[in-house]
């Protein structure tokens, strides 16, 4: 009974839009063009509904048409009506986002991923709103910060899902970016850079030490933009490549000790050894300056050549 409704449904539909539509191109509406287009999406629109209610709420694919056609005639008519500016294509964006919002509160648990559609869905409807009178610099900041929080929350409402935080981090940092950009520029910038990446995986690490891995990267780059940070700094006089490099290897060795010296049930006894090598280098970076570019090589082999000579050693030997 149910397909059958539908199909009546549909057949009459398609009729009554077919004549109108031979009317049009001999030419009998003249003048309704617009209206004509407006009227037929919208009879389309009110289909899909029809048959999304007769289909059951649960099949909620059948919203996409019938929204995007809803969402097309409140374009045309807002065209129609003179409007000019950017509000014009805010109903088709807003139509495509609601299909995912009904499919969340159908099922909340098994289609939490429907809310980032949707969040992006609304977040650049509402920025094609006032696209027209806010800076560019200020609607890309935007657009990364709103992509960025549906992440958050998919972060904040199961803390299993750790891996929701980095692109959260990421378009995060993009978009602070983006408006550092219009203050600032040169070094502070690719300081920000690091920070914003080495972020995400200092709490990666703190959810669990068990994601012991995490503290590499999250020491790496926020040793690296320690380092741009201080010699980008005006004020600063000093021979810049020098403490550069210094900063570097050091922020390298106090990230390989503390894996080392953690108290955890996985002992890191091997991060023993790059620790004491990088903060060697980096000492020696500062006192040689532009003469450590010379000696560096130098010390790797000769940390190649103490390693063979470990490995090499008769077993019984002190």
């Known amino acids: 009974m149910r397909n059958q409704l539908i199909r009546l449904f549909w057949g009459s539909a398609l009729i009554l839009i077919g004549v109108v539509a031979l009317l049009t191109n001999f030419n009998f509406l003249q003048g309704w ?11 389309v ?71 980032i559609p949707a969040w992006v869905m609304a977040v650049v409807a509402a920025i094609t709103a006032i696209a027209d009178r806010v800076p560019g610099e200020f609607i890309g900041a935007g657009v990364m910060f709103a992509i960025a929080l549906p992440f958050l929350v998919v972060f904040l409402t199961d803390r299993s899902r750790w891996w929701a935080l980095i692109p959260a981090f990421v378009l995060a940092a993009v978009g602070g970016l ?34 012991w891995w995490a503290i590499l990267p999250a020491g790496i780059m926020a040793s690296i933009g320690l ?11 000093l021979n810049r490549a020098a403490w550069m490099n210094g900063v ?24 023993m050894y790059p620790a004491i090598g990088l903060a060697l280098a ?24 103490l390693a063979l000579f470990g490995a090499l050693r008769p077993r019984g030997a002190h």
């Open 33 to 43: 063009s617009a209206p004509f287009w407006i009227i037929a999406l919208i009879i």
């Open 45 to 115: 629109s009110a289909l899909f509904f029809g048959t999304y209610f007769l289909s059951g709420v649960r099949e909620w694919g059948w919203l996409f048409p019938a929204c995007i056609s809803a969402g097309v005639a409140a374009t045309i008519a807002l065209a129609e009506a003179g409007v000019r500016d950017s509000i014009v294509g805010v109903p088709v964006l807003a139509s495509v986002g609601v299909p995912f919002v009904v499919a969340y509160i159908l099922d909340r648990r098994q289609n939490w991923w429907a809310l």
């Open 178 to 211: 983006v408006l550092l950009t219009t203050v600032t520029d040169g070094e502070l910038i690719g300081a920000f850079v690091m920070f914003a990446v080495a972020a995400p995986f200092v709490v990666v690490y703190l959810l669990s030490e068990r994601n």
């Open 227 to 237: 380092a741009i940070a201080i010699t980008g700094w005006r004020g600063f006089d």
């Open 248 to 271: 570097m290897f050091l922020g390298w060795a106090a990230t390989f000790a503390v894996l080392w010296l953690r108290p955890a049930a996985q002992p890191h006894r091997w991060a």
């Open 282 to 305: 980096g000492v020696l970076a500062v006192l040689l300056g532009a003469n450590f570019q010379m000696y560096w090589p130098i010390l790797l082999i000769a940390a190649g050549l």
